[in-house]
């Protein structure tokens, strides 16, 4: 095929919209990794005749299943539960599971395929997948989850394994869950396997994966203040969500001498103008994973502290900002007024948090923007590590781990730098990790010929 037959960016554009009609978040990330994909290969013959971004861009298959359990009262109640397997071209399907009232098929398409080059980048040997639920966590009793846990894995199973595919947590899936889910594969299989990762530390489970996450999208914007002489010491962090990313990162920006001033949750943020302490961490950590508790109450128990319902928080001053909650929680106006209130960085620790108009925005200001599949990319890593650490049937300790994690993170700025340091002080991230993410998988799938 001659260079100038190849579809371009809008056609090619099209034929995703039409062929996933209905699945607007699939759409969002595919676009924002073609927009720059589409540059790169530009000469490279090979990407277009193998038709390799249409290949990365279709998963390799989607498995949609039932979910019965019954609740306490002895309701029989239905979910939808799904697996996504975007792509194995360098390592068994990996990423987490997800369960929320709001997911559905295009959810979990975009973000295993957002996976799939955040695990490239880490360098470590996984591919992309994703999975969950439309099952509502919230205000069920412990047992309800474990019989949905159980329910949700008895048809999970026959599709994951240690060299096939390894699931871990995402929202409203942490170590509680996975311990539920671990069980049932052990004694629906009778083997005891890495097939999952975020396990407790009992069995197989990895120092550091609970704060691996927030940890590494901390880690990852001192990379970026580094490399322009400057660092976290001394300034103030937005931080929305209040979950397992979010207070990780939190606790990070303390522990690095900086202030977060905002956590959130789906009812709100808090704006604690005086800073988050390690100690007022903790609460949050305790509020939120054993009273089940919400955000409003910070207020309650910190003098000074203010919440202000149904607001996100990037209209606060600060100098950062770290997105950890969710998908589009960070639109254009939000992005505009962030930069006009003199955000100097932004590091992604939730999955496309911006929207494509906020994305658009930090680059037209020529600011620090870190993307997700760059900056949250420490979890998988660490589940990384978790695998390995299975697979040799040994733990290592907390200091190693810890150097290891940040070591995965410079490597990740540093292939982010290779294709995005744009000259004159000014690195495009979102553009660097787009690209050294999608070669690793390109140039694997081209070694594979049409499979
Ligand atoms: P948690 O379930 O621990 O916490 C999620 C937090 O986000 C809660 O504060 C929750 O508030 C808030 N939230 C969720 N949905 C919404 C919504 N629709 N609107 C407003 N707030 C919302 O999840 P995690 O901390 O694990 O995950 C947060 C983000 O980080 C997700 O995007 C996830 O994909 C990403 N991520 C997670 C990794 C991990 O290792 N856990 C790894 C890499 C990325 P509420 O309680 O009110 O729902
Ligand atoms: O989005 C993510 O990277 C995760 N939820 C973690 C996936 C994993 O396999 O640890």
Avoid at 13 to 42: L, S, T, W
Avoid at 54 to 78: H, L, Q, T
Avoid at 103 to 117: D, G, N, R
Wanted: hydrophobic share 35%; proline share 3%; aromatic share 10%.
């Amino acid at each position: 095929m001659a260079v100038s037959d190849h579809v371009d960016f809008n056609g090619f554009m099209d034929g995703v919209k039409r062929r996933n009609a209905y699945q607007p978040e699939f759409v969002q990330a595919v676009q924002e990794v073609a927009e720059d994909i589409f540059d790169f290969i530009a000469d490279k013959e090979d990407y277009h005749e193998q038709q390799i971004l249409r290949r990365i861009a279709e998963p390799d298959r989607v498995m949609s299943f039932r979910v019965c359990w019954e609740d306490d009262k002895g309701n029989i109640r239905v979910q939808r539960g799904w697996r996504v397997q975007n792509n194995n071209a360098i390592g068994p399907y990996k990423g987490g599971i997800r369960f929320h009232p709001s997911v559905t098929e295009s959810v979990l398409k975009f973000l295993a395929f957002e996976q799939t080059f955040k695990n490239a980048l880490t360098g470590l040997p996984m591919g992309g997948g994703k999975g969950g639920a439309n099952f509502n966590p919230k205000g069920k009793s412990e047992r309800e989850i474990m019989r949905f846990c159980q329910s949700f894995m008895t048809e999970l199973y026959r599709h994951i394994g240690a060299d096939v595919d390894v699931p871990a947590g995402d929202i409203g899936v942490g170590g509680r869950e996975i311990g539920f889910m671990f069980g049932q594969y052990k004694r629906i299989t009778n083997q005891f396997t890495g097939v999952l990762t975020g396990k407790g530390l009992e069995f197989g489970g990895s120092l550091i994966r609970p704060e691996a996450t927030g940890y590494g999208a901390v880690y990852f914007m001192s990379n970026m203040l580094t490399a322009k002489g400057d660092s976290i010491e001394g300034k103030s962090a937005v931080i929305s969500g209040s979950g397992n990313v979010a207070t990780h990162a939190a606790e990070k920006i303390v522990q690095l001498g900086g202030k977060p001033l905002t956590m959130s949750d789906s009812g709100g943020f808090i704006h604690d103008p005086d800073g988050l302490t390690q100690e007022k961490i903790n609460w949050i950590k305790q509020l939120k994973n054993e009273r089940r508790g919400r955000i409003s109450e910070y207020a309650d128990e910190f003098k000074g502290a203010t919440f202000h319902e149904g607001n996100t928080p990037w209209n606060v001053d600060c100098d950062l900002a770290l997105p950890c909650a969710t998908q589009n929680e960070l639109l254009g106006d939000d992005a505009r007024a962030l930069v006009a209130n003199g955000c100097i960085a932004v590091s992604e620790g939730a999955n496309m948090p911006s929207d494509l108009e906020a994305v658009h925005v930090f680059k037209d200001a020529k600011i620090m923007f870190a993307p997700g599949k760059a900056a949250n990319a420490g979890g998988v890593a660490v589940s990384g590590l978790e695998m390995s650490q299975n697979s040799e049937r040994r733990s290592w300790s907390e200091d190693e781990l810890q150097q290891m994690l940040k070591d995965i993170m410079s490597g990740i700025h540093e292939r982010c730098l290779t294709y995005g340091d744009m000259g004159g002080g000014y690195v495009d991230y979102v553009k660097g990790a787009n690209i050294a993410g999608f070669k690793k998988v390109a140039d694997a799938m081209l070694a594979f010929g049409v499979v």
